[in-house]
């Protein structure tokens, strides 16, 4: 079946313009996180969700960032306030729902911020 | 501050050689261990997982985990120009909502 899609793939926008991201995980999958990954490091845990609740969202880095998941399938990140230093690919995973079931992984969206 | 450790490298490995990749992390009762296989500019996949002590097997992929000392390792025989990846660690350490951690990677390159 259809892995996790994630658009746009590429986004290019300005300081101090409001950005969002989108992530369809695959059918089924109750779990959802989203990473942010800068060039040269892993994944970093920004938020994830059981179903539409957001079980940890401990790795926002600050209020400009937010994320929702309204029906318990799509899930958007919106980052408010773009900064230079928000540039990086956000990857999103699924997952069936036991924290030891497999992460699948979107293709993500590299995020440019000029 | 919970850690996972690895060396960017890149690990330069013959083909048909065995390519070891290595990770500390720093929480002595985490649980659950990952590797994940990231080629450039694709997204990560898991290729192995380990919870207990020991070795787990998965064709040309071993993962040793050694709890007491805090390290988990990746072998991979038979090494392929196909594995030049950056492989990635993962551990879930206890007491939180089993969210994974993940090292820098290391930058693997087998060369024919």
């Known amino acids: 079946g259809a892995g996790v899609s994630q658009t746009p793939s590429n986004k290019v926008t300005e300081k101090g313009k409001y950005v969002e991201l989108r992530c369809d995980p695959i059918?089924?999958?109750?779990?959802l996180y989203w990473y942010r990954q800068s060039l040269g490091q892993g994944p970093e845990f920004l938020i994830y969700?059981?179903?539409?609740?957001?079980?940890?969202d401990s790795g926002l880095p600050n209020d400009r960032f937010f994320a929702v998941r309204p029906e318990g399938s799509v899930s958007t990140l919106k980052i408010q306030r773009t900064e230079r230093g928000d540039s990086a690919v956000y990857l999103c995973?699924?997952?069936?729902?036991?924290?030891?079931?497999?992460?699948?992984f979107g293709p993500g969206t590299r995020l440019t911020v000029l | 501050q919970k850690e996972v450790e690895q060396n960017s490298g890149p690990l330069s490995v013959p083909e048909g050689a065995i390519a070891s990749l290595n990770c500390t992390y720093s929480?002595?009762?985490?649980?659950?261990f990952f590797w994940y296989r990231q080629y450039s500019g694709k997204s990560p996949e898991l290729i192995m997982s380990?919870?207990?002590?020991g070795d787990k097997e998965d064709g040309r992929f071993t993962a040793q985990l050694n709890k007491a000392s805090q390290y988990v390792s990746l072998l991979i025989r038979d090494s392929q120009p196909s594995d030049s990846a950056t492989y990635l660690c993962?551990?879930?350490?206890?007491?939180?909502?089993?969210?994974?951690?993940f090292g820098r990677g290391t930058s693997l390159i087998v060369h024919p």
């Open positions: 995973a699924s997952q069936e729902g036991h924290h030891t079931d497999t992460q699948y």
């Open positions: 059918s089924g999958h109750t779990a």
């Open positions: 969700f059981q179903g539409t609740g957001a079980a940890d």
């Open positions: 929480d002595r009762v985490s649980q659950s």
């Open positions: 380990i919870y207990s002590n």
């Open positions: 993962a551990v879930n350490f206890s007491g939180g909502s089993y969210i994974p951690t």
